[in-house]
């Protein structure tokens, strides 16, 4: 299967979101004490989008903004999935929140022989914004997108998108669109248009998960550590788990074909690891965190022997070459 930048692409042959059911797989051996393992699997969908530019807004704009909501389908905001943009520094009705995204496109439709640094698709990857790391995304079912002036009564707006997730459906390859602002209620006039960059894609499959965290407990140092004078054996730090993780970028891939340019996709990667039960934190809340105080412990140095166990046979089912039941579409 395809990877788009660490993460397996959706594929839909269809414009609708085919979203994702969990699947059971199970393993069963012909030994006299025969054993099964059910595991109930489920990637999220995530969305992201990038607002790359404004063009011809309203004359007296120079410092504008946007803000990206996502709506279900009641058309109500959905906390936790709330993003804004830098405002733009351009004195111009001419804003620009993606310089480097922008500097990309523009390289790839001139016919003149672009010199830019190799690495600035990766630092553009960082100007992004990720929908679907706080609630599924099957929750949401548009996108509004507010373009704002900086200093103006937050009613007031220089034109809003609003744009369906179904009609979003880019089978993981980023697409690129220009798309005219609207008017909405209490507005007057609305002029200009604002250029976007969206892409749906899929989070690691589980067997790359477990691929890729072999690979981490493979390098990385785990060793006791103390928190506030309680010891907490056989752990790692998240920040430490960052650190690896940014290490494995397009060219060095981890075990599996995860990749993580940006710390965003690292922490995606860390939650996702967290979620599918692989690593778990020593206490507090099942979350992941960048910080050298919150530590975690994979789940085949669990300190329970059963659930070190079950882990363990779940790491064996999907490291081994057996046939496996593929995700549902």
């Known amino acids: 299967m ?8 959706a594929a839909s042959s269809s414009r609708r979101l085919n979203w994702a059911l969990p699947t059971t797989l199970k393993r069963s051996t012909s030994t006299a004490s025969s054993s099964s393992l059910g595991l109930r699997t489920l990637r ?8 790359i530019e404004g063009r011809d807004l309203l004359p007296h704009v120079k410092n504008a903004y946007c803000t990206l909501v996502l709506l279900d389908k009641d058309m109500r905001e959905i906390k936790g999935e709330k993003r804004r943009t830098p405002v733009s520094k351009s004195p111009t009705n001419h804003p620009m929140w993606s310089p480097l995204k922008s500097a990309v496109l523009r390289s790839m439709e001139s016919s003149v022989e672009s010199h830019q640094p190799l690495g600035i698709g990766v630092a553009a990857a960082a100007e992004e914004y990720t929908f679907g790391t706080t609630v599924n995304l099957r929750r949401a079912k548009y996108v509004l997108v507010k373009c704002k002036e900086k200093g103006q009564v937050q009613t007031e707006d220089l034109g809003r998108l609003l744009l369906a997730l179904d009609d979003l459906d880019t089978a993981g390859i980023e697409r690129h669109a220009w798309y005219d602002l609207q ?37 990385i140092v785990v060793k006791d550590h103390y928190l506030y004078l309680k010891l ?45 039960g692989i690593i778990a934190p020593v206490s507090g809340a099942a979350s992941f965190q960048n910080t050298s105080w919150k530590y975690y412990r994979f789940g085949v140095h669990h300190l329970d022997p059963l659930v070190q166990q079950d882990k363990q046979q779940e790491c064996d089912l999907f490291l081994t070459d057996q046939p496996m039941l593929k995700d549902r579409k």
């Not at 999220?44 to 607002?51: A, N």
């Not at 996709?265 to 690891?273: I, S, T």
Request: hydrophobic letters at 40%; charged letters at 25%; proline letters at 4%.
């Open 2 to 9: 395809d990877t788009d930048g660490g993460f397996l692409q």
């Open 44 to 51: 999220r969908y995530l969305l992201k989008l990038t607002p």
């Open 183 to 219: 008017l909405h209620a209490g507005m007057k006039r609305v002029q200009g248009r604002v250029r976007l960059a969206c892409r749906i894609v899929r989070e690691p499959s589980r067997k790359q998960l477990w691929l890729a965290a072999e690979h981490m407990r493979q390098e």
């Open 232 to 276: 907490h054996p056989v752990s790692f730090s998240g920040k430490t788990a960052v650190e690896w993780l940014l290490c494995h970028g397009l060219n060095r891939p981890m075990h599996g074909g995860i990749t993580c340019s940006t710390e965003e996709e690292a922490m995606l990667v860390g939650g996702c690891l967290v979620r599918a």
